[in-house]
Structures are given as C-alpha cells and as structure tokens.
T-cell receptor, first 112, second 111 residues
C-alpha cells in the first residue's frame, strides 16, 4: 500500500478563498483523522471518523472548517472562507485502531 | 490551555548516550499515552505507547515511563543514534477519545 496520500502538498491561497484538502487513507483502515500543526500550538486533532462517520469534531476551530468522508477511500477538509491564521501544515492519518495512526506527508497551507 | 506540555523545545545528545524526552500533563483522566516521531517534510510516525495502568513499556531501544502521581511521561532512547534526530511529540487520550498533543521536542543526536 502507498500509505496515506494527501493532496495538494502545498497550497497558497488568498484570504477569503475556499480551500479543499484531500486525503486517501490506507485501505482497510477504519479510522481517519485530520490534524493541524502550527508552531504555537503544535499538533492538534481537528476531527476523526470511524467507518466514514464523524465521531468527534470538537477540535475543529470554527464553523469555517468542515470535513467530509463520502466513502472509505476519500476524505476532504474544507476551509471557507480562509484566513491568514489558518496557515499551517494539515495532516491526514488513518488507522485500524484509534490509538495508532499512520500519517500522510501533510499539506502546507499558506493563506496570504 | 495546553493539557499536554513538552517544556523542552530542543535537546542535543551525543551518539551512544541516553536521550530523555519529557512530557507533563494536567488531566488525570487520560488513559493512554503515545509518542510520535516526525522527520522534516514527513508526517508523524507512531513510536510507542503506554496505558495508564502501567508504569513502563519497552520496545527495543525505546522505553516509556509513566509517573501518574506526578502526571509525567518520559521517553528514553538508549543508545541514541544519529537517525533518531527528529521532532518527538507526546500525546494523551482522554476516555472520550479526544487526543491532546504536546508541542514537540526536537532531538539532535550528535555523531
């Protein structure tokens, strides 16, 4: 398996634009996680899914953020509208259990 | 408020010596703790974990110690190797399946 695949690897967008980050988890993994990494706050769990169902989204910073998992092989994290403070590296991870996740390489988002 | 804290942003150790990475937490309800390692431009990789009912877990060169009374977690790497140079994150799970991560400690192992 190729591992968790995220796209794009880098995204630069203007403030106010919509941004969509994509993730393909490892086949057979029932859990999918979205994380955000910043210098100030480190790594934060935003939301996770179990069998395509969102279980806990309490880490989502505000209503501008939304995540979907329409099927077992695809998930998106959307920010609309984007703001400069959203600039961070966003990681997607998947796992067979909730405790041991395999991470993608991340998407570096820059909002100018 | 940070519920999981890694107070040392960086650590340098000579090759062959012991690396000790520390992590403090505030919530006594955490029931599981994990360590992740992250190389530049890559996602974090799971390293080792420990349940709150244990005080030690060992896997090869890596040992995690848990001191519940002090709410303190540490990762020992013995012997340290240059390939261990990375950022290490500790994480804790609350029983409600919410995860909290520290801000990371950058370890440099000097050959």
């Amino acid at each position: 398996d190729a591992g968790v695949i995220q796209s794009p690897r880098h995204e630069v967008t203007e403030m106010g634009q919509e941004v969509t980050l994509r993730c393909k988890p490892i086949s057979g993994h029932d859990y999918l996680f979205w994380y955000r990494q910043t210098m100030m706050r480190g790594l934060e769990l935003l939301i996770y899914f179990n069998n395509n169902v969102p279980i806990d989204d309490s880490g989502m910073p505000e209503d501008r953020f939304s995540a979907k998992m329409p099927n077992a092989s695809f998930s998106t994290l959307k920010i609309q509208p984007s703001e400069p403070r959203d600039s961070a590296v966003y990681f997607c991870a998947s796992g067979k259990t909730i405790l041991e996740a395999f991470f993608g390489q991340g998407t570096r988002l820059t909002v100018v | 408020d940070q519920q999981v804290k890694q107070n040392s942003p960086s650590l340098s150790v000579q090759e062959g010596r012991i690396s000790i990475l520390n992590c403090d937490y505030t919530n006594s309800m955490f029931d599981y703790f994990l360590w992740y390692k992250k190389y530049p431009a890559e996602g974090p990789t799971f390293l080792i974990s420990i349940s709150s009912i244990k005080d030690k877990n060992e896997d090869g060169r890596f040992t995690v110690f848990l001191n519940k009374s002090a709410k303190h977690l540490s990762l020992h790497i013995v012997p340290s190797q240059p390939g261990d140079s990375a950022v290490y994150f500790c994480a804790a799970r609350w029983a409600g399946n919410q995860f909290y991560f520290g801000t990371g400690t950058s370890l440099t192992v000097i050959p």
